[in-house]
């Protein structure tokens, strides 16, 4: 996408912060230039993101405080959320398309969690090199785990 593609997306975002975003997140190497094209005289640059750079390794997620957490959870939600307003800003049929969203609280061993895990990645693994194809349409998928503080009532 462009970065004017990424302002449109985000409308509640001021243009000079999604620019400096981008130019943050490519020097950091998270995004990189996919094409580069004339515009009105301007170069026009199209960014794509570095999957293997855009993760955070489960020693960075070790080490991060409870804050670090807090704020990158709080992303994700944002970035989440903005990913549905704009679905949901199309030509949207949540029950065509099987939108979900459901919440379970589930009990589990460290045992029963860690088979969980290893079955989620078994489904979700064979997909996720699927790229653009006849009938295909990109989806957002995006599990959650987390112990609860205290056993729902």
């Not at 970065?3 to 998270?30: F, K, M, N, W």
Request: glycine share 8%; aromatic share 6%; hydrophobic share 40%.
């Amino acid at each position: 996408m462009t970065t004017a593609e990424l302002c449109a997306r985000l409308p509640d975002v001021s243009q000079a912060t999604v620019y400096r975003h981008v130019g943050t997140l490519t020097d950091a190497g998270i995004l990189e230039v996919a094409g580069e094209q004339r515009v009105r005289g301007f170069v026009e640059r199209s960014y794509r993101l570095r999957p293997e750079r855009a993760v955070i390794s489960a020693e960075e997620a070790a080490s991060a405080t409870v804050d670090d957490h807090r704020r990158v959870f709080a992303t994700a939600m944002a970035v989440l959320l903005a990913e549905f307003g704009s679905y949901l800003d199309g030509d949207p049929d949540p029950a065509a398309d099987l939108v979900g969203y459901r919440q379970h609280a589930i009990w589990l061993t460290e045992d029963e969690r860690a088979k969980l895990i290893a079955g989620l990645r078994e489904a979700i693994l064979p997909v996720l090199g699927n790229g653009p194809g006849e009938g295909r349409r990109p989806h957002l998928l995006s599990p959650i785990l987390f112990p609860v503080a205290s056993p729902p009532e």
